[in-house]
C-alpha cells in the first residue's frame, strides 16, 4: 500500500461544483502539503500544514480552502471549480527537519481534475 | 522576489553521455537544495541533498555540486541509460522551517 494515498485519482467536473480532494498518509509525518502541477509551469505550493493546528497559504491559495482533519489527512477543498483549475494535484509529506533527517518530501500518485 | 531556474526545459542526450542539469537561484540563502526525479504522471521521488557546506554529494551515477557563491547547483547523471530519462527538479531551500518550491524542471532524454 502506497504511504501517501490520494483519492480521486481522476474527477471530472462542471464549473460552479464544490470538489474535494483527500489525502491520508501512513508515514506517521507531521508535515503536510498540496501542490499544483500545470505544464510548463511546473510544481507549485497551494498551501501546507506543520502539524494538526497550523494552516498555511502558498503561493497560489486563492480559490482554494484545505482541512487539517487529523495527523494523517489533509484535504484541499474547491469551493466552485472554475476551468483553470484543471491541473495535476499532488499531495505530499515530510517529517521535522532534523541533522538524521533530509527532509524530504514524498509525495501522492497525484489527483487529475479536470473542470469543464 | 525568489527565483530558481533550471537551465532549458528539455535536454537529449546519446547514452552513455554524461548529463548535466543545472539550476540557479537568486533571493536565496538556502541551507541545503534537493533534486527529485519525476517521471509523466507520477508524484516526483527524491534523490538527492546537498548542504551548503558540501561541495559535493555522489549517489552511485548522480554527482550534485553546490555553489553558494555562483547561486548554483549542478546535478550530472554519468554513463547515462534509457532509463534516466525523466525531469528532474531543483529545489533550494533556506530553513526546514520554509515549504519546499521547485524549480520548474528539466526533462532529460536519453536516447539509445
Known amino acids: 500500500d502506497a504511504d501517501v494515498t490520494q483519492t480521486p485519482r481522476n474527477r471530472i467536473t462542471k464549473t460552479g461544483k464544490r470538489i474535494m480532494l483527500e489525502c491520508s498518509q501512513t508515514k506517521g509525518h507531521d508535515r503536510m502539503y498540496w501542490y499544483r502541477q500545470d505544464p510548463g509551469l511546473g510544481l507549485r505550493l497551494i498551501y501546507y500544514?506543520?502539524?494538526?493546528?497550523?494552516?498555511n497559504k502558498g503561493e497560489i491559495s486563492d480559490g482554494y480552502s484545505v482541512s487539517r482533519q487529523a495527523q494523517a489527512k489533509f484535504s484541499l477543498s474547491l469551493e466552485s471549480a472554475i476551468p483553470n483549475q484543471t491541473a495535476l494535484y499532488f499531495c505530499?509529506?515530510?517529517?521535522?527537519?532534523?541533522?538524521?533527517?533530509?527532509?524530504?518530501?514524498?509525495f501522492g500518485e497525484g489527483s487529475r481534475l479536470t473542470v469543464l | 522576489s525568489q527565483k530558481i531556474e533550471q537551465n532549458s526545459e528539455a535536454l537529449n542526450i546519446q547514452e552513455g553521455k554524461t548529463a548535466t542539469l543545472t539550476c540557479n537561484y537568486t533571493n536565496y540563502s538556502p541551507a541545503y537544495l534537493q533534486w527529485y526525479r519525476q517521471d509523466p504522471g507520477r508524484g516526483p521521488v527524491f534523490l538527492l541533498l546537498?548542504?551548503?557546506?558540501?561541495k559535493e554529494k555522489r549517489k552511485e551515477r548522480l554527482k550534485v555540486t553546490f555553489d553558494t557563491t555562483l547561486k548554483q547547483s549542478l546535478f550530472h547523471i554519468t554513463a547515462s541509460q534509457p532509463a534516466d530519462s525523466a525531469t528532474y527538479l531543483c529545489?533550494?531551500?533556506?530553513?526546514?522551517?520554509?515549504?519546499?518550491?521547485f524549480g520548474k524542471g528539466t526533462r532529460l532524454s536519453v536516447i539509445a
Open positions: 500544514s506543520f502539524d494538526v493546528k497550523d494552516i
Open positions: 505530499a509529506t515530510s517529517g521535522k527537519d532534523r541533522a538524521s533527517n533530509t527532509g524530504e518530501l514524498f
Open positions: 546537498i548542504r551548503e557546506n558540501e
Open positions: 529545489a533550494p531551500r533556506n530553513s526546514g522551517n520554509t515549504p519546499l518550491v
